[in-house]
């Protein structure tokens, strides 16, 4: 399985960024999809995550309002659309598939992998 984030950058606050990750490796449409970030210095924390259908979806109590996540399933694709960007969403952010297919999507780090090389997000002030 492979996972390649991308469609990070320095950007400044209050500008938008649209990230997007590429899966390969396992049929994507069973699994669901999650981002996750992280910053120097601190742990790796959940942004969004997405049901394997599209119909849940989940986010972070710090971007609720600001970011969307969805996916295409017939392209193995999935995004996040990031608009009133701040300098505390400055990060690597990753994305993971879970574990096992199908299922309720987890706010948990631990229940997903193949997070990939991840895609740096860098808003200044």
């Known amino acids: 399985v492979q996972l390649q984030a991308s469609g990070g950058g320095l950007v400044q606050a209050g500008a938008s960024l649209r990230l997007s990750c590429a899966a390969s490796?396992?049929?994507?449409?069973?699994?669901?999809m999650g981002w996750f970030r992280q910053a120097p210095g601190k742990e790796r924390e959940f942004v969004a995550t997405?049901?394997?259908?599209?119909?849940?979806?989940s986010y972070a109590d710090s971007v609720k309002g600001r970011f969307t996540i969805s996916r295409d399933n017939a392209k193995n694709m999935m995004y996040l659309q990031m608009t009133s960007l701040k300098p505390d969403d400055t990060a690597v952010y990753y994305c993971?598939?879970?574990?096992?297919?199908?299922?309720?999507?987890?706010?948990?780090?631990?229940?997903?992998?193949?997070w990939g090389q991840g895609t740096q997000v860098t808003v200044s002030s």
């Open positions: 993971g598939i879970s574990r096992v297919p199908y299922g309720v999507p987890s706010t948990r780090s631990s229940q997903y992998e193949y």
């Open positions: 490796g396992r049929t994507f449409s069973r699994f669901n």
């Open positions: 997405i049901g394997w259908a599209g119909d849940r979806t």
